[in-house]
């Protein structure tokens, strides 16, 4: 039931496969469409030498079921290659990511725009083929510096702050790498607050916005078509935010009412509290300054810090807003093959380009929905499903395995606070209807599209992440307790358990297992 499309046979497969110090990363659910491009894109050696002048191919990496294992050796190869990448060649690396990710996204916008139905199933999939070398191209900033700059910048700080005799590192490193730009999630809930701001001083809607949410609810704020218009226009700009991985729909208008309902109590709070920790983070860190007095050579390294956290967020921006943009595309294409936008997912690029010639069945479909594994080493790929998904199974280790006894779970501590309520796991987009006000977000990492169940929530506990992450940052936006880099939160905890949350310990514990 596997596709092997560049080795020989398994065999050839399983030989390659055992030579690789095979290590589990990150949890991403990105489908077999978009991990068919940016697998090859990753592997490309011509990208690298172009982009960034260096021998270096990202040829070996694993997607199974969505769990992302990556080549440990290849990890550590990068890690010395950006030990020793000049601070002016990065900051100039990262600015040609921001000009190759905006053509990508003029490129999508034309795509959106085109009348896809006037048009010939050559010149559609013509149009596939395009976006799906620029966006190759553009997948090498996924890779390089983000795994090359991020540990070697961090472990340069941490070790001038301790040769300065700082005890509270972490604190000192959030403060030092707070970004001074702004990702398109932080001005998409600036929005937000605009518009409740806007209902708070505005009686007739503060009326409706303070009654209970019924099944005409929804029909009677449509008849303030101000506001209305308001959120239409706000689903527009942002609406792609909650379209992850080229998956789930923009905000529906009753989901954004219901968002500003959230909030709408504590806007004013929210609203300030937004721009108050820039201003916050500024005087701290001339602070810090005074006390210990940087140099020019940290300072660079500071600023590089600072543009590396936006960069982080606006890499993966880009693949998201593009592959919203070619949606229509996709539809298009299934429908004239008899196939749905879910069935394209999960079909790599290839088949797609070669569906002429050779349709996908529907048994093979339906078996890669239940499962699939998408492996490439040395840049050749393969794909299992069905009967050779099991088989590929028993080469992989497990070593997300817990303790059921587990009571207590330590990370490092991203904003200080102390909260207690029952877990709810969000994984995709999908899961984020079952965060309830003062619940505690438990999830591998936060991403803009978590926003709705961030703002509900009473405290964020991950798997993943660093103090450039994305939880780190929106935590302090929120002002809420964050506690990241736990490793194995969301295999330990459960749906409804009750726990409390001490994020000026690191520690998260189990009251009371529902």
Same mark, same amino acid.
């Given at each position: 039931m596997g596709k092997s499309l560049e080795f020989k046979d398994l065999k050839e497969f399983q030989a390659g496969y055992k030579k690789i110090n095979w290590q589990f990363l990150v949890y991403r659910n990105e489908p077999i469409f978009l991990d068919s491009i940016l697998m090859k894109g990753y592997a490309a050696k011509s990208s690298y030498k172009k982009l960034f002048n260096i021998n270096f191919s990202w040829d070996?990496?694993?997607?199974?079921?969505?769990?992302?294992?990556?080549?440990?050796?290849?990890?550590?190869?990068?890690?010395e290659i950006g030990e020793s990448y000049p601070n002016k060649k990065i900051i100039e690396s990262l600015r040609k990511c921001y000009v190759y990710g905006d053509e990508l996204i003029s490129y999508?916008?034309?795509?959106?725009?085109?009348?896809?139905?006037r048009l010939e199933n050559k010149e559609l999939l013509k149009i596939?083929?395009?976006?799906?070398?620029?966006?190759?191209?553009?997948?090498?900033?996924?890779?390089?510096?983000?795994?090359?700059?991020?540990?070697?910048?961090e472990h340069k700080l941490t070790n001038f702050l301790k040769k300065k005799g700082v005890k509270?590192?972490?604190?000192?490193?959030?403060?030092?790498v707070y970004p001074t730009k702004k990702n398109v999630g932080f001005y998409e809930q600036a929005n937000l607050f605009k518009m409740a701001l806007k209902i708070k001083n505005n009686k007739k809607l503060w009326v409706l916005f303070n009654r209970r949410f019924e099944k005409n609810t929804v029909e009677k704020i449509s008849k303030t078509e101000l506001i209305i218009s308001e959120i239409k226009k706000h689903i527009e700009k942002f609406g792609w935010i909650q379209c992850r991985n080229y998956q789930g729909n923009p905000w529906s208008v009753?989901?954004? #009412? =219901?968002?500003?309902?959230?909030? /709408?109590?504590? !806007?004013?709070? $929210?609203?300030?509290?937004? %721009?108050?920790?820039?201003?916050?983070?500024?005087?701290?860190?001339?602070?810090?300054?005074?006390? #210990? =007095?940087?140099?020019?050579?940290? /300072?660079?390294? !500071?600023?590089? $810090?600072?543009?590396?956290? %936006?960069?982080?967020?606006?890499?993966?921006d880009i693949i998201h807003e593009s592959g919203f943009n070619i949606r229509n595309l996709l539809v298009e294409i299934g429908e004239r093959f008899n196939y749905s936008y879910e069935d394209m997912l999960n079909m790599s690029v290839e088949e797609i380009e070669n569906l002429e010639k050779e349709k996908i069945s529907r048994n093979d479909l339906e078996e890669r929905k239940k499962g699939f594994v998408i492996a490439m080493i040395k840049g050749k790929m393969n794909y299992f499903w069905g009967k050779d998904l099991i088989r590929f199974k028993k080469l992989l280790v497990d070593k997300a395995n817990v303790k059921s006894t587990i009571s207590e779970i330590k990370g490092v501590i991203a904003n200080k606070g102390i909260a207690r309520g029952v877990v709810r796991i969000v994984k995709d987009v999908k899961d984020i209807a079952k965060v309830k006000k003062g619940d505690i977000l438990v999830t591998p990492m936060t991403f803009p599209s978590f926003i709705p169940a961030m703002e509900k929530a009473s405290a964020f506990v991950t798997d993943e992440g660093g103090i450039l992450c994305h939880a780190a940052i929106v935590s302090r936006e929120m002002n809420k307790p964050c506690i990241i880099n736990t490793k194995n939160s969301t295999k330990v905890l459960k749906d409804g358990y009750l726990v409390s949350?001490?994020?000026?310990?690191?520690?998260?514990?189990?009251?009371?297992k529902n």
């Open positions: 070996n990496e694993i997607n199974a079921n969505y769990n992302l294992i990556h080549d440990l050796d290849l990890l550590k190869k990068l890690a999508s916008m034309r795509i959106k725009n085109l009348k896809l139905n596939l083929g395009n976006f799906e070398n620029k966006l190759k191209y553009f997948s090498v900033y996924v890779i390089f510096p983000m795994w090359a700059y991020n540990y070697p910048l509270k590192i972490d604190e000192y490193l959030r403060i030092l009753e989901e954004m #009412i =219901k968002r500003i309902k959230v909030v /709408l109590p504590d !806007v004013n709070k $929210a609203a300030k509290g937004l %721009y108050a920790l820039e201003s916050k983070m500024k005087k701290d860190f001339l602070r810090i300054n005074g006390e #210990i =007095k940087f140099g020019s050579p940290i /300072l660079e390294l !500071v600023k590089t $810090a600072k543009e590396l956290v %936006y960069y982080k967020t606006f890499r993966t949350v001490d994020a000026n310990e690191g520690v998260i514990k189990i009251l009371k």
